[in-house]
């Protein structure tokens, strides 16, 4: 693929590395390619990160037809450049694009744009311990016409945006409000897609536990409202009685590339593993057994998070102490030796982007 390149004229000042946060900060350039309905996708160019412009008319406004990825570009002390695991992204992405009558993209093309917009940016990678580059790709539908139908043209637009250490004082085990009003996605819809129609569906849910004082919510699923689908941005993992429990993918869960990693790490440290329908009831069942060991959610933002307490509004619950668990830790260090290449990458998970 051709990339055409526009530098930027103003660089920007970068952003002190100990307090960046989370999504605020945006580097100077960003990958646009547009799709035509007859032509594909083409144009792919690297610009100075600016507005975009858009019809008001632009059907991503009115109908929704939008998805997104989320991946991270990690600094090694050797000054390498390390993304974790891009293909699982990429086919994800397809993945999604399929479900929403998105045209995809091809792979390579898609791996190629990311690697070489992080190169043109490589000076934004921060180098402080538990800092990244978080890559944000997506894609929306730009044809200006009111009408409900798949739309004949697109942006697919690559930004980054240097984010801190997740965790700066140690990990803190969460608090989590168990949903059960409101439903985040259900088997047949658009669950398992990384669409942004799924956040707005969830930013209810999520304002009332914020309200209440808790970080996030857990989701239940839609049509028992018993099973445990997954938390906020995060997929979900029980240890009970030493069996490491997720939730099995049927249609209504995100499948997380730090989900997927995370069973096949446990997996090798010889655990047993299930992905497996686990209703609430059982959690908490098993809380008063004794047999409860602990919980985490997982996902690229925060890699692991412990949780320390789950309300159901009829009665909450305390996990491991409100400490975070042996293999909420292990896995951790694990996840992130291998992300800022400090451990060996025996599973041939990253890739270099230079
Ligand atoms: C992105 C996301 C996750 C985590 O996926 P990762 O690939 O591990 O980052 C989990 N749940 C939802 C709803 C998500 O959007």
Redesign the pocket.
């Known amino acids: 693929m051709r990339i055409n390149f526009t530098e930027s004229k103003v660089k920007k000042e970068k952003p002190n590395s100990e307090n960046l946060g989370f999504g605020k900060y945006f580097t100077d350039h960003m990958f646009i390619m547009d799709y035509t309905e007859g032509k594909g996708w083409h144009d792919a160019r690297i610009v100075p990160f600016e507005n975009i412009s858009l019809s008001p008319a632009a059907m991503v406004f009115h109908y929704g037809q939008e998805m997104f990825e ?2 991270k570009a990690y600094r090694t002390k050797n000054n390498d450049i390390l993304l974790f695991r891009p293909d ?2 990429i086919e ?1 992405m397809n993945n999604t694009n399929e479900r929403l009558c998105i045209p995809k993209i091809n792979p390579d093309d898609v791996l190629e744009a990311i690697k070489e917009l992080v190169k043109a940016e490589q000076d934004w990678v921060p180098s402080l311990p538990g800092t990244s580059l978080y890559i944000r790709p997506f894609i929306f539908a730009t044809d200006p016409f009111l009408g409900v139908k798949p739309a004949q043209n697109y942006i697919f637009c690559i930004i980054l945006s240097p984010v801190g250490a997740y965790y700066k004082e140690g990990i803190n085990p969460v608090k989590i409000f168990v949903e059960t009003e409101y439903v ?1 996605a259900v088997k047949g819809g658009i ?1 398992f897609a ?1 669409a942004g129609g ?2 707005a569906a ?1 930013l209810c849910g999520q304002k009332k536990a914020y309200d209440l004082g808790y970080s996030q919510v857990l989701w239940l699923d839609g049509v028992h409202r018993k099973y445990i689908d ?6 979900v993992f029980f240890v009970i009685d030493n069996e490491v429990i997720t939730p099995m993918l049927e249609g209504s ?9 995370a069973l096949d790490i446990v997996k090798s440290w010889g655990y047993k593993v299930s992905e497996r329908r686990i209703s609430v009831d059982e959690v908490f069942e098993a809380q008063k057994t004794g047999k409860l060991n602990e919980a985490f959610g ?4 925060a890699v692991i998070s412990p949780i320390g307490l789950l309300d159901r509004e009829t009665e909450k619950i305390i996990i491991n102490d409100g400490k975070i668990g042996n293999i909420s830790q292990r896995l951790y260090d694990t996840l992130t030796g291998i992300q800022w290449g400090l451990l060996p990458d025996t599973f041939g998970w990253t890739v270099k982007v230079k």
């Open positions: 989320g991946l699982k992204n994800r985040r669950g990384k799924n956040y969830s997954e938390v906020g941005t995060m997929n869960i995100l499948p997380g590339v730090t989900r997927a990693s997982t996902g690229t933002a």
